[in-house]
């Protein structure tokens, strides 16, 4: 095999991308060659075009998301693909979904953040549930009293839903011409929720709310959050560093404060 063939690399990629099952970083296949017989980042660039336009026409793509490059089936052919799994996935409930859009959109924001623009509680499962799907995490605590946390997605949250960076996020405006009528919002598993979300959607585990006032409509919370697309935070380094730093300064049990 001539690793310096655009084409030879191509093929020796896409057996890298099939076996590993998960996105590979440009990073990550270099590690994979011995270091005298090692791509340059521009030769594997190259060749991950040359598969790239292999792929047409055929019943799978390349897509490069957040964590790297993949193969993965077109997603026009899932409908007939899912039936591959016997156990069909548990639908998202539209509270879980408001809530992760929330945080998408919003990012970083906090569970009573939250709570006053959905105008219900947050169900403690549906925090619990993101977390465990790793795609929110805590990237700091408002300086608030309480210090609440704050909550943001990860890259996860991205290669799931077939991003590469946030920017990538649907417009609000797509969002809301999903919702097709103003209806009150149920936050069972029976719900309604927008065609685009809900075909992704594969498991869940929630519980009934118990609401705190009435609630804003899908429409009505999307509106809210429009304007706030420009400018979106992605990098939460800092806050985690403010967090470390503030740790450290604070006197332990054993030590009187100055």
Known sequence: MDLSDPKDLASLLEAFLLASGRPLSLERLGELFEEAERPSSAQLKKALEVLEKSCKGRAFELKEVASGYRLQVRQRFSPWVGRLWEERPQRYSRALLETLALIAYRQPITRGEIEDIRGVAVNSQIVKTLQEREWIRVVGHRDVPGR?????????????FNLKNLDELPPLAVLREMEPELHPMLDDEDAAVPIALQA???????????????????????????????????DFDDLLEAEEETSADEPRGDEPAQ
Do not use: N, Y
């Open 200 to 234: 992704r959607a594969d498991e869940v585990a929630d519980e009934p709310q118990a609401p705190l006032r009435e609630q804003t409509s899908f429409r009505s919370l999307l509106a809210e959050l429009d304007g706030m697309e420009q400018g979106l935070k992605t």
């Open 148 to 160: 609440p946390a704050m909550f943001a997605t990860t890259r996860q949250f991205l290669d799931h």
